[in-house]
Nanobody, 113 residues
Framework: QVQLVESGGGLVQPGGSLRLSCTAS????????MDWYRQAPGKEREVVAT???????NYVESVKGRFTNTINNAKDTVYLPMDSLKPEDTAVYFC???????WGKGTLVTVSS
């Protein structure tokens, strides 16, 4: 069974940066639409970014200009570079592959001074 594993979260001060990674146990990223979701405590899960198979990405308005995608040689991994982080970005971040209709276990991002 294909599994997704998120990593790269941690504690960062406001204005800082992190780069999240999502790695698949099998190479499905190149053939599946991918989504990044986040869920803050007490709130519903929301989509942050949607990555088409061709690589074009749509971001939620609140992160545009701060969260980006990146080109790399690893077909089993997608990245979410996050800059200018704000306290409201604090959440557990999940990646999802629509092909398997599932999520990883998430990685916690905490933005606090």
């Amino acid at each position: 069974q294909v599994q997704l594993v998120e990593s790269g979260g941690g504690l960062v001060q406001p204005g800082g940066s992190l780069r999240l990674s999502c790695t698949a146990s099998r190479n499905i990223i190149s053939i599946s639409v991918m989504d990044w979701y986040r869920q803050a405590p007490g709130k519903e899960r929301e989509v942050v970014a949607t990555i088409a198979i061709g690589g074009s990405t749509n971001y939620v308005e609140s992160v545009k200009g701060r969260f980006t995608n990146t080109i790399n040689n690893a077909k089993d991994t997608v990245y979410l570079p996050m800059d200018s982080l704000k306290p409201e970005d604090t959440a557990v971040y999940f990646c999802s592959a629509r092909l398997i209709n599932g999520w990883g276990k998430g990685t916690l991002v905490t933005v606090s001074s």
